[in-house]
């Protein structure tokens, strides 16, 4: 079946640091995919996302390059700050599954000043 | 436009009881999902509703069970709480279609916790 794996955390860096976090999946077909923030204590909100091979999805510094060669879609921002602080989830929404996301475990990053 | 509300936002039940917890879905979204996100976990997909009728289920028992009324707000239901259904309840809504390129609107959650 289809899954998201990501890389496991926490991730601590400082802040203007480059942030990396990978996410790769399994899937049949062409997914969607998707990256959501959760902020401690809140639900999810849509970070970005890209719905065929070859996307990027951008959105507030952070991008993300769908790869289906490498069945990846790794999350990076260039310089982070002390407010992206927070948990990165990961999802796929894959063919004929009605819009359901499947999603990772979850990165939880940590930035300090 | 007003975004996906959930209620109540917290909620304390004992072993064996029953809740149920509420969505307002997004101006203009006929379709409802919901999760399960247990402590430390992604979220897990229970079930989605679009049009009123169930339309796919996760790996969930039969005492998980929604509606989804005419203005398209829905409610989960969950019978015979155990402790292992302690977790945050994610409410999300989608425009019209269910296609897998629709984003998922997420509300605040509910947080069950069952002693």
């Known amino acids: 079946g289809n899954s998201v794996t990501q890389m496991e955390g926490p991730v601590t860096l400082s802040e203007e640091a480059f942030l990396t976090i990978n996410c790769t999946y399994t899937a049949t077909g062409y997914p969607s995919l998707f990256w959501y923030v959760q902020y401690p204590g809140e639900g999810l909100q849509l970070l970005l996302k890209a719905t065929k091979a070859d996307d990027k999805g951008s959105n507030k510094g952070f991008e993300a390059t769908y790869r289906k060669e490498t069945t990846s879609f790794h999350l990076e921002k260039g310089s982070v700050q002390v407010s992206d602080s927070a948990v990165y989830f990961c999802a796929l929404s894959g063919d004929n599954q009605g819009g359901k996301l499947i999603f990772g475990q979850g990165t939880e990053l940590s930035v300090k000043p | ?115």
């Open chain 2, 1 to 115: 436009e007003t975004g996906v509300t959930q209620s109540p936002t917290h909620l304390i039940k004992t072993r064996g009881q029953q809740v149920t917890l509420r969505c307002s879905s997004q101006s203009g979204h006929n379709t409802v999902s919901w999760y399960q996100q247990a402590l430390g976990q992604g979220p897990q997909f229970i079930f989605q509703y679009y049009r009123e009728e169930e339309n796919g289920r996760g790996n969930f028992p039969p005492r998980f069970s929604g509606l989804q009324f005419p203005n398209y707000s829905s409610e989960l239901n969950v019978n015979a709480l155990e402790l292992d259904d302690s977790a945050l309840y994610l409410c999300a809504s989608s425009r019209p279609g269910t296609g897998r390129q629709e984003t998922q609107y997420f509300g605040p959650g509910t947080r069950l916790l069952v002693l």
